[in-house]
């Protein structure tokens, strides 16, 4: 019987020393796994290590950018409110300028009423020169009349005679022609009067009124 056992404990040895020797074969897979499994661990520790430095890294410049943005705003700003002075200034420049337009354009109506004022006048002036001339013929007409019948009653009737007819035909051709172009005149200037009474009327404006 003592025989019989040892012969069985001598059979299960070797399947218990092959279970050890796979149990030991195990074991030392399980810890080269959990070995790689720490280098693996480790290898992404350092990994994310470098990226919580690359994300530091981005987030400073991140800060840096926002810090540059504000700054930027705060420029964008400062131009925008002097781009705003300037818009005001220039409104009011352009303002003024459509006053000194208006003013201009004033000034060049009250000089084109002058100007035709200045022409008005200037016929007038020329109608009334055309009168004093056909008073002229009048006056001369009238003269020559007077010393024609002058020399006849101072030198009777003689040679002469009809030199002193001829001034006094000429002189009431004169007379005649005179008249008749006067009176037309008088009837211009009657009607020329009463276009222009009132510049003929109206008191001069100072200057700058």
């Known amino acids: 019987m003592g025989t019989s056992k040892e012969e069985c404990l001598e059979e299960q040895f070797p399947k218990v020393a092959h279970s050890l020797v796979e149990l030991a074969e195990e074991h030392n897979r399980l810890t080269t796994n959990l070995i790689s499994l720490a280098e693996k661990r480790n290898t992404m520790a350092e ?3 470098v990226a ?12 840096n950018l926002t810090r540059e943005q504000s700054v930027f705003s705060r420029r964008s700003t400062d131009l925008a409110e002097d781009r705003t002075r300037l818009s005001e200034s220039r409104t009011q420049l352009a303002e003024k300028r459509t006053g000194f337009s208006e003013r201009r354009t004033d000034l060049a109506n009250e000089r084109t009423g002058l100007s035709q004022s200045r022409t008005t006048l200037s ?36 040679p002469w005679t009809i030199l ?46």
């Not at 919580?52 to 800060?63: H, M, N, Q, S, V």
């Not at 056909?134 to 002058?150: K, P």
């Open 123 to 158: 016929r007038y002036r020329s109608l009334l020169a055309k009168g004093r001339t056909e008073l002229a013929f009048i006056r001369t007409g009238l003269a020559f009349i007077a010393l024609g019948i002058g020399m006849m009653r101072y030198f009777g009737y003689g």
């Open 52 to 63: 919580a430095g690359k994300r530091t890294f981005l987030a400073e410049e991140r800060t």
């Open 164 to 209: 002193d007819g001829t001034m006094v035909l000429i002189g009431a051709a004169s007379t005649i022609y005179g008249s008749t172009r006067f009176m037309t005149t008088v009837k211009f200037q009657r009607l020329f009067e009463r276009n222009v009474k009132g510049l003929l009327t109206a008191e001069p404006k100072a200057v700058g009124e």
């Open 47 to 49: 990994e994310r290590t």
